[in-house]
């Protein structure tokens, strides 16, 4: 079963991977510290990849576009 923080960091995800292609790098950006936070408190980030990763994936180029 998905948490609701796992949710909530899918949802924040989103809405980054949305400001990226609206071309709104303050919306992004603030989307990405909300990430960083999360994946901060995470107990095993290690265990599978995590939003924060995708989201680096999508500053990087490689990303997938899934929207």
Do not use: H, W
């Not at 071309?23 to 992004?28: E, L, S, Y």
């Amino acid at each position: 079963m998905i948490s609701k923080t796992e949710m909530l960091e899918r949802d924040i995800l989103r809405v980054f991977k949305c400001a990226c292609r609206q071309n709104r790098p303050d919306i992004a950006e603030f989307m990405l510290t909300a990430l960083e936070k999360l994946d901060s408190e995470r107990v095993n980030s290690a265990a599978r990849k995590t939003p924060l990763i995708d989201a680096y994936q999508e500053i990087a180029g490689i990303g997938t576009s899934q929207q």
